[in-house]
C-alpha cells in the first residue's frame, strides 16, 4: 500500500486544520486513556436518501445500500491512528452492549479496495445471519488503523420509513429509536440526507434533529441527487425555497447543503490512488443551469469541508473538559494503584507473596477457561450477558477450531478425487453439511478443494512404475502406496495451522488473563511477557512443529499393511460401489488394475485419516 504523511482529500484538511489538538487527544489514548469522544459522522434519512453516498463521499468506501439484511443495524467504519496497519470487524448482538470480533474477517492491508472487500463480507455476513434465523445483530464495527491516519467515524443508520405503510409505524418507532441513541452522542456530527426528488420526506429526521440538537449547532441537511433531477422537474422550486424562502425548518440557510452524487472514488485514498482519483465537482450543466440563485458556498463537495470542519472542531472542544477530567481520573488512579504497589513490595517476602497472588489468580482463570466453567467474575461482560465468540472462553476456542480441523480434513484434506464413469473413487459418500456459524471457522484454514480428476489422468510415472503394465488386472501395491503419499500431500499444512490457529487463541487468552491479574502493573506485566510468556510460545511453536513432523512420517515414508481382516473388509465394500460397467470382463484390464489401486488406495487413505485425526 502505497503511503503518504495524511490522507488526503477532505479527511486530510480536516486532519491539518486540527493536528495539535489531535497529537494531544491520541497521546492521552497511548497512556491509557479509553478515548470515546473523536468525532462521528452520523448520517440519517428516509431509504434511498443517499446516505450510502454521502458516506461514499467523505469515506471513498462503498457502504452497502440499505437493504434488508440491515433493516435494524447500523453500520459504523472507524478510523483512527495505529501504529500498525489493520481492518478488523466487530458485532454487537441484540441484548449485549459489547463488540465482540468476527473471526476471519480482517485485513493488514488499509487502502479503498482492501476495506471495500470487508464491506462486501460483512454484507454476506448479514445475509447469512438473516437466512440462519441467528440472533439479530444491532450494529456492526469496521475499524481501520494505520499510521498517521487521522480520527474520525462514519456511522450509516437505519433507514427512516421504509417498510411498506402496514409496518411502516412500528419500523419507524425502531428506526428512530436507533437513531436517537447515536445522535444524542456529544461527539456526534449529524447529516440529514434529504433527497431533491422528495424534499418533503425531511419531515421525521428534522423532527429528530430538532429534539436533540435544537440550535442546529452540529447538524447540517445534505441535499442529495440534485444532479438527477431533470431540467423541468419542478422539484427544482422546492430546492430554492429552501435557501430564499425560509423554508427550511428549524435550521438556518447556512446549514443547508446541495451535493451531487459522488462519482465512484472518493477521498478515502492515498498515493498513486489519491494522485489518479480526481477531485469531485459539481457535475453536470444542468445543475448549473438550475441553481444560479444559490451561493456556491451553499453548494458542492469543496466548499462543504469547510464547513464540517468547524463542526468537527466544535465536536472536538466540547468534549475537551470531560476528556481531560476522565484522562486524569485514570492516569491519577493508576499512579496511586503503583504507589500502593510500590509500598507494599519493600520486602522479599512481601514480593514472593504478591508474586503467589498473581500465579494463584491466574490459575484460577485457566482452570476455569479449560474446564468451560464461566462463572468467574473475568469471564462477565460489562452488560452481564456474555458475548459470543468469546476470546476468553477458551475451551469453546479450542472445541470450535477442532471442529473445523475436522471438517477441512473430511472435505479437504485429500489432494485429489478421482472419479471413474462419473462416480467417485475416492469420496463415495457427500460430506457432512456445514452450518453457518462454522463457516469463518473453516474458511481460517484457507485450504483448497481437490481437484477433480479421472483414472486416465492418473500420473504416468505412477503407472509405469507398477506391475499393473507388466500383469494387466492385477493389484500394485506400490502404485496404491505412491498414491496415497499424493493423496495426503496436504496433511501436514492443515495439521499445522490448525497447530498455529490454537497456539494464537491460547496465546490471546494468556496475554488477556495476565493483563487482568496484574492490573496497573503494567511492569511487572511486561517483565512476564518478555521473560517467560513469549520464549515460551516461541519454545512450543518449534517443539510442535517437530512433532507433527514425527507424527506424519509415517504415512509420508511408511508403508502400507494391508492383511488385516478389517482393510479387506473395507476394501471389499468400496469395491461394491463400483459402476457395474466397469465389472465386466470386456473392460479394459490395465484401467482395472488402476482402479483396483485407486480402491486400495482409498481404503488406506480412510483408516490412515481416521488415525491422523486422533493423533
Known sequence: MATSSYPRGPLAQIARDHEELLCTIHNLHRLGVDIDAFPEIIVVGDRSSGKSSILHAFSGIDFPATGVEFTNSVLELSLRTSTEASITVEVKEKGSNTFVPLAGMTSRQTNSQAVNEIFGQVKLFMERQRLAGAAPVTALQVNVGAPHFGHIGFVDLPGLNSLPNSDRGSFTNSAASIAKEYMCKRNAIILIAVPADSTHKRETALKLCKLIDPNGERTLAIVTKADLIPIDSPHNEQIFKIFHDGQNGFLATEKWHVLPSPPRHGIYTHGVEAQSAPQPQMPTAQIEKHLPQISDYDQGFASLIPKLSV????????????????????????????????????????????????????????????????????????????????TRRLRDIIRTLSRAFVHVMKTNGAHCNVKCDQASVTQPSEPDELHESMVPWVNMFQVESPKMVSLSDIKPEFVSASSVSQVPGSVSHRLSLDLFRDQSCKWYAIARRHIDLVADAVRTFVT????????????????????????????????????????????????????????????????????????????????????????????????????????
Open 311 to 390: 463542526l468537527y472542531a466544535g465536536r472536538l472542544h466540547a468534549n475537551l473538559p470531560n476528556l481531560l477530567a476522565k484522562g486524569a481520573s485514570i492516569l491519577k488512579c493508576k499512579r496511586s494503584d503503583l504507589e500502593q504497589l510500590q509500598k507494599s513490595l519493600s520486602t522479599d517476602a512481601e514480593k514472593t507473596h504478591y508474586l503467589c497472588g498473581i500465579a494463584n489468580d491466574f490459575r484460577t482463570i485457566a482452570q476455569a477457561a479449560t474446564k468451560g466453567e464461566y462463572d468467574h467474575g473475568y469471564f462477565r461482560d460489562d452488560s452481564g450477558v456474555p458475548p459470543v465468540p468469546d
Open 512 to 615: 488477556a488473563a495476565l493483563g487482568h491479574v496484574f492490573g496497573a502493573n503494567t511492569s511487572g506485566f511486561d517483565t512476564m511477557m518478555i521473560e517467560l510468556v513469549l520464549p515460551f510460545f516461541n519454545r512450543i511453536a518449534l517443539e510442535l512443529s517437530e512433532k507433527l513432523s514425527e507424527l506424519l512420517w509415517h504415512y509420508r515414508h511408511g508403508d502400507m499393511i494391508c492383511a488385516d481382516d478389517d482393510f479387506r473388509a473395507r476394501l471389499v465394500q468400496r469395491q461394491s460401489l463400483r459402476p457395474v460397467e466397469s465389472r465386466g470382463v470386456e473392460s479394459d484390464r490395465g484401467e482395472n488394475g488402476i482402479l483396483e489401486a485407486v480402491e486400495m488406495m482409498a481404503v488406506y487413505y480412510e483408516v490412515s485419516h481416521h488415525s491422523h485425526e486422533c493423533a
